[in-house]
């Protein structure tokens, strides 16, 4: 069994700044791509950033030059900073992992920018 836990979500004011933290952890024989999706509401969740194990990267187009997806120093962990956050980017963000050849999600962590 894979747990997958976000932290860091928070209210912020347009422009400023905020990091989410995601873990991965349990009986994990195989680490994969590990990423972020978010949800605003009344719209489809969407792919925000990702990571392969090797540390290559994916963004979507609306989050290029303001956030950044990162291993973190422990094992199987990212973290996402997001600068310049704004209203736009307001919405339950999903942390995701594939592990042992398998998708888990975490809850999510919500992530509200005020305009």
């Known amino acids: 069994q894979v747990q997958v836990l976000e932290s860091g979500g928070g209210l912020v004011q347009a422009g400023e700044s905020l990091r989410l933290t995601c873990a991965a952890s349990?009986?994990?024989?195989?680490?994969?791509?590990m990423g972020w999706y978010r949800q605003a509401p009344g719209k489809q969740r969407e792919l925000v950033a990702d990571?392969?194990?090797?540390?290559?990267?994916n963004y979507a187009d609306s989050v290029k030059g303001r956030f950044t997806i990162s291993r973190g120093n422990a094992k199987n962990t990212v973290i996402l900073q997001m600068n310049s956050l704004n209203a736009e980017d307001t919405g339950v963000y999903y942390c995701?992992?594939?592990?042992?050849?398998?998708?888990?999600w975490g809850k999510g962590t919500l992530v509200t920018g005020s305009s």
């Open positions: 995701y992992a594939i592990m042992n050849g398998g998708p888990y």
């Open positions: 349990g009986r994990i024989f195989s680490s994969g791509v």
């Open positions: 990571i392969t194990s090797n540390g290559n990267t």
